[in-house]
Nanobody, 114 residues
């Protein structure tokens, strides 16, 4: 599965962005999709994941501000990011777990700065 992430950019604190990740094939049977992020000098961390039955999981630092969704018809997984903070600055990577295989997109940069 190839993944193409988009939607990153420069935004002011308190602003919003919507990230989208498009898969190269049908995601209908894919159990888990999600987003991770990596800030400069830090380890990659969980942002959010969504499972085929619709349940979701969020990292503690983004709960209440970020919302993950998937569209099986469009083969996309989106991340709505609200109330952005400077500490949300990072490269955001989408991921797909298909059975035992793990796939990563190339990442999209989100910069939060005034």
């Amino acid at each position: 599965v190839q993944l193409q992430a988009s939607g990153g950019g420069l935004v002011q604190p308190g602003g919003s962005l919507r990230l989208s990740c498009a898969a190269s094939r049908s995601i209908f049977s894919i159990r888990e999709m999600g987003w991770y992020r990596q800030a400069p000098g830090k380890q990659r961390e969980l942002v959010a994941t969504i499972f085929s039955i619709g349940n979701t999981n969020y990292g503690d630092s983004v709960k209440g501000r970020f919302t993950i969704s998937r569209d099986n018809a469009k083969n996309t997984v989106d991340l709505q990011i609200n109330s952005l903070k400077s500490e949300d600055t990072a490269v955001y990577h989408c991921m797909v777990r298909d059975g035992t295989a793990l796939y990563w997109g190339q990442g999209t940069l989100v910069t939060v700065s005034s």
